[in-house]
Structures are given as structure tokens and as C-alpha cells.
């Protein structure tokens, strides 16, 4: 089984814009984010594999939900179940996904189904999406799409905050918040996109179109963000949403990502707030 510094380490690992906020998260509710962060993590590197076929990511996906779907506790998990379903894959899948059942079982024993839930559901809405090649064909489309892969990823977050910390957070809102950041990384992987045959844009879309739709959620759910009390749930939001920003506007000026400089002085900047 995984310890915390070993999820610690592949958070680190895996994504600079989360890892410095769910570090920060106080003792329980830290584990239970790192633990979503993981197992999404997980089948989102299932999705964007560059070799895998289409319909290997669906089984894959599919096994993955279903695993996850007939769990009740962290005691009987299924790991073997889970193994077995790698095995074929066990050396093209990078190591947060084999692990994925590890840091299922991360997360405090009273919340764990609900990361559960939310990692089976997307594991689905991603295997249909591989399934249709990744093709969509009308803005109703790119709703669906960027709120199954990451608007779900905000109900996840209220969910998690009324229960540790009895924070109300307007689900609208946090949906909105996660369509921002997946529309931020459509832009910013454009480029590898379209070099593999995806394309998210609807069709009659272009780049200004998707910087308008990226930045109108973004600024919805930041009007929404100045209202609520400073908490943690508003300080572990301020960094991916100020990196957000700032790679619009690093793609804006013609730049392929931020630089890693940027990104230090981003957090120093709101540590200083």
C-alpha cells in the first residue's frame, strides 16, 4: 500500500499547479483531495496516452469503473481485481495509474466511497469519449466534455468541504471552475491534439473562441471566489486559478507554457496576500 509521502512524491511528480495547494490543506482534508487528485489523475493519463488504441482506453477505462463501482471498503479493495485488468498494459501505463487503487484507499474511510464515485463515473464519461474519438461537433458537446473530465472535479470539491469543513460552495460555480482549467489545457495542448487526430474545438471555432470560453468560466467563478470567507477551500482555489490566467495569457503572447520561473513567482506572489 501506498504511504502519504509516497502520494505525496507522485503528486509532486505529476502536477505543479496542485501539488503546492493540497500540500498546504489542513491534516484529513489534505488526504482526501490528494486522494481524488491521484485516481483522476490516474485515468486521465489513460485518456491522453499517445499509443494506446481508442478502444484500449475504453476497456481499460470501463475496468477501471467497474472495479471502483463494487468496492465498500479500503480493508477489501480490489487490488488484484485491478492488477489483472493492467496486466496487458502493465508497461505502457505510467505508474499513477497502476497505483490507482493505492490512492483510492488514501483518503479518510468515511469519504473514500465518494472519491470512488466520482473516479467510476469519470472513468465511464472518458471511455465514451474515447470511444467517438474524442470528436466534438457542437458547443452542447464541449459542455459535456469539459464537464465530465473536470467540471465534476468541482462537485467532487464541495462534496469535500461540507463534510470537513461544513463549507457551502455553489456547485454552479464549481463547475464552471473546473470547465475554466480543462479549457485552459485544450489551448495549451492544441498543438499535440491535432497531431494525434482530436479536436476538441466545435466545429466554426477558433482560437479567440475557446480563449472567450476558457476565460468566461474562469471570471465567473472568480466574481463568485471574492465572495466567500477566506478559508481553505479559497486559498487551495487561488493557485491553480492564477495559473490558469496566466498561461491564457503565456498563449496569448505566442509562449507554449509558463515557465517554471513564472510558476514560483505566481505562488510567492499570493503567499505574500
Not at 483522476?40 to 477501471?64: F, G, M
Not at 487503487?101 to 465514451?128: N, Q, S, Y
Not at 468560466?217 to 465572495?227: G, I, Q, R, V
Amino acid at each position: 500500500m501506498a504511504t502519504y509521502q509516497e502520494a505525496m512524491h507522485t503528486l509532486k511528480l505529476t502536477s505543479r499547479t496542485f501539488y503546492l495547494p493540497i500540500v498546504r490543506l489542513p491534516k484529513g482534508i489534505r488526504e482526501a483531495v490528494a486522494s481524488g487528485y491521484l485516481c483522476l489523475r490516474a485515468i486521465d493519463e489513460v485518456e491522453d496516452h499517445p499509443t494506446l488504441e481508442e478502444n484500449q482506453k475504453a476497456k481499460i477505462l470501463h475496468s477501471i469503473s467497474q472495479v471502483f463501482q463494487a468496492q465498500t471498503s479500503a480493508d477489501t479493495f480490489a487490488h488484484q481485481v485491478l492488477e489483472t485488468a493492467f496486466v496487458e498494459y502493465h508497461d505502457v501505463l505510467p505508474e499513477v495509474t497502476l497505483r490507482v487503487g493505492e490512492w483510492a484507499c488514501l483518503a479518510p474511510t468515511f469519504i473514500a466511497p465518494r472519491v470512488w464515485e466520482a473516479t467510476a463515473t469519470m472513468a465511464d464519461r472518458m471511455a465514451h469519449w474515447a470511444t467517438n474519438g474524442f470528436q466534438v461537433s457542437s458547443i452542447a458537446d464541449l459542455d459535456r466534455y469539459t464537464y465530465g473530465v473536470a467540471g465534476a472535479v468541482g462537485l467532487l470539491l464541495c462534496d469535500l468541504w461540507a463534510w470537513f469543513e461544513k463549507i457551502q460552495i455553489h456547485r454552479t460555480h464549481a463547475i464552471q471552475f473546473g470547465r475554466g482549467l480543462q479549457a485552459v489545457n485544450i489551448l495549451r495542448n492544441r498543438s499535440e491534439d491535432m497531431e494525434r487526430g482530436v479536436n476538441f474545438f466545435p466545429p466554426d471555432w477558433d482560437e479567440k473562441r475557446m480563449f472567450a470560453y476558457a476565460r468566461q468560466n474562469l471570471d465567473d467563478f472568480s466574481a463568485y471566489a471574492k465572495t466567500l470567507p477566506k478559508t481553505s477551500f479559497k486559498s487551495f482555489v487561488a493557485i491553480p486559478k492564477a495559473l490558469a490566467y496566466a498561461t491564457l495569457n503565456a498563449l496569448e503572447r505566442g509562449e507554449k507554457k509558463l515557465t517554471r520561473k513564472a510558476v514560483l513567482s505566481i505562488v510567492k506572489e499570493l503567499d505574500k496576500r
